[in-house]
């Protein structure tokens, strides 16, 4: 069974300091991985695609990694506005009518 | 351009009561699709339209929901004899291409409360 597990489920970071989220999946053919933004009250918010194990995107102060079981979204000195929750999705490339969620990390990032 | 847009943002209903959800997708996007959204959880896959095909239906919970999108544009999610289980949040996406691997672009969600 496809699944995607985050962690942690929240972090709560100083101005600057540095840090990474982690996204565990397990699917029988990955046809992508998807990170995306959502702050409170709105829809998620697109951020990455990843395709293969070693690729790697960046957007100004994000990074996200890929494995063949995991992927990690770094975060290098982030400010307050970062502070969002991040949710991983998973699509099979034996279905890709829809994406398999994870819960989500939520992150606080103080001044 | 304008995004993906959805009425009405909140909804209150008696059990029992039917609620009807709209979203409009962006213009010329060919896939649309519907979650729902727990408080503190992922979004959950509910059904996906290509145009006005609905090619998966396996995630609404019973058959007290349906979903139509007639002309490949805006879109309706009804839920019959709502249940206070169905209290969430209705995330409407549509993206330019087939299929989840592309980018999909949410509107804000509706958020249902049945009492």
């Known amino acids: 069974e496809d699944q995607v597990t985050q962690s942690p489920e929240a972090l709560r970071l100083q101005e600057g300091e540095s840090s990474s989220l982690n996204c565990s999946y397990t699917v029988s053919g990955l046809r992508g991985l998807f990170w995306y933004r959502q702050d409170p009250g709105k829809g998620p918010e697109f951020l990455f695609t990843l395709y293969s194990a070693g690729e790697e995107k960046e957007k100004e102060r994000l990074k996200a990694t890929l494995t063949k079981k995991e992927s990690f979204l770094h975060i290098t000195a982030p400010k307050p506005e970062d502070s969002a929750t991040y949710l991983c999705a998973v699509c099979n490339a034996g279905n890709n009518r829809k994406l398999i969620w994870g819960l989500g990390t939520s992150l606080a990032v103080n001044p | 351009g304008a995004g993906v847009s959805q009425s009405p943002r909140y909804k209150v209903a008696k059990r029992g009561q039917d609620v009807a959800l709209r979203c409009d997708p962006i213009?010329?996007?060919?896939?649309l699709f519907w979650y729902q959204q727990a408080l503190g959880q992922g979004p959950e896959f509910l059904t996906y339209?290509?145009?006005?095909?609905?090619?998966?239906k396996s995630g609404l919970p019973s058959d007290r929901f349906f979903a139509e999108r007639p002309e490949g544009s805006v879109s309706t999610l009804k839920i019959q004899r709502t249940q206070q289980e169905d209290s969430a949040v209705y995330l409407c996406?549509?993206?330019f291409g087939q299929g989840s691997y592309n980018e999909q672009f949410f509107g804000p969600g509706t958020r249902l409360t049945v009492l």
């Open positions: 339209f290509q145009n006005e095909a609905q090619l998966d």
């Open positions: 213009s010329g996007h060919v896939s």
């Open positions: 996406a549509s993206s």
